[in-house]
Nanobody
Framework: QVQLVESGGGLVQAGGSLRLSCAASGSISSFNDMAWYRQNPGEQRELVASITSRGRTNYADSVQGRFTISRENARGTLYLQMNSLKSEDTAVYYC?????????WGKGTLVTVSS
């Protein structure tokens, strides 16, 4: 089993920055993909950014150039640096880890961007 705990969400003005963190613990494989998703009420959860265990990254078009995903494998931590935030970035952000035995989710952290 894997546990994921997100932190770093909050209220920020448009144009500001936030850094989200996700602490992973438990039976973590050396080979896994991690990602950030976000979701608003009544909407589908959408992929924001992903990163493989080798560091290959992928971003949604809506955040390309503004967000940066990174990870520290030794510490089991995933990050999302969010710059130039827009009101449409408001959502609950979820950490995700995929490995050989399953697909794991954190409980989410709320990001609210005021315009």
């Amino acid at each position: 089993q894997v546990q994921l705990v997100e932190s770093g969400g909050g209220l920020v003005q448009a144009g500001g920055s936030l850094r989200l963190s996700c602490a992973a613990s438990g039976s973590i494989s050396s080979f896994n993909d991690m990602a950030w998703y976000r979701q608003n009420p009544g909407e589908q959860r959408e992929l924001v950014a992903s990163i493989t265990s080798r560091g290959r990254t992928n971003y949604a078009d809506s955040v390309q150039g503004r967000f940066t995903i990174s990870r520290e494998n030794a510490r089991g931590t995933l990050y999302l640096q969010m710059n130039s935030l827009k009101s449409e970035d408001t959502a609950v952000y979820y950490c995700n880890l995929k490995q050989w035995d399953g697909n794991y989710w954190g409980k989410g952290t709320l990001v609210t961007v005021s315009s």
